[in-house]
Nanobody, 125 residues
Framework: VQLVESGGGMVQPGGSLRLSCAAS????????MSWVRQAPGKGPEWVSA????????YYADSVKGRFTISRDNRKNTLYLQMNSLKPEDTALYYC???????????????????RGQGTQVTVSS
């Protein structure tokens, strides 16, 4: 399993970024996928998840209405469009194989996620 994120960077409050996650080494279309973030000094936080076909999407309350998750199964790629960014969105963002329940329960028992190395997002003026 290989997951490689890209698209992070520094942006001013109110700005936008689009993250990508290129997947390989498994059948991407068979799995729900998630985005997770970890801010400095804090534990990981599940952000969003998408079903295998993309028909169903889920968001943490903190990002609902501002972030949009999507996927392209032909390109084995997961996306996260982030709009109206806030300083509190500053974190390392990574994609993980699995939906919300898989991610949340794995993190709760301090298990190991199938995840990428992450891409840094910094929101600052």
């Amino acid at each position: 399993v290989q997951l490689v994120e890209s698209g992070g960077g520094m942006v001013q409050p109110g700005g936008s970024l689009r993250l990508s996650c290129a997947a390989s080494g498994f059948t991407f279309s068979y799995y729900d996928m998630s985005w997770v973030r970890q801010a400095p000094g804090k534990g990981p936080e599940w952000v969003s998840a998408i079903s295998t076909t993309g028909d169903f999407t889920y968001y943490a309350d903190s990002v609902k209405g501002r972030f949009t998750i999507s996927r392209d199964n032909r390109k084995n790629t997961l996306y996260l469009q982030m709009n109206s960014l806030k300083p509190e969105d500053t974190a390392l963002y990574y994609c993980a194989r699995g939906g919300r329940m898989v991610v949340v329960t794995t993190l709760a028992r301090e298990g190991v996620l199938k995840r990428g190395q992450g891409t840094q997002v910094t929101v600052s003026s």
